[in-house]
């Protein structure tokens, strides 16, 4: 599953200002956040 998110971009355009959250998660090793909006990946990112 790691392999599929992060080789294929499943990406939606913002639509309008509202409906957006942000879901992030931390450990010692590492972060990662995906920012959403009505159900949809608009980014994401992990280091």
Same mark, same amino acid.
């Given at each position: ?5 992060? +080789? ?10 509202? $409906?957006? !959250?942000?879901?992030? %998660?931390? +450990? ?10 009505? $159900?949809? !990946?608009?980014?994401? %990112?992990?280091?």
């Amino acid at each position: 599953m790691k392999d599929k998110l992060t +080789s294929t971009l499943v990406l939606t355009l913002p639509e309008g200002t509202d $409906g957006f !959250v942000v879901y992030c %998660d931390a +450990s010692r090793v590492g972060f990662s956040c995906v920012l959403m909006q009505h $159900g949809k !990946v608009i980014a994401y %990112d992990s280091r």
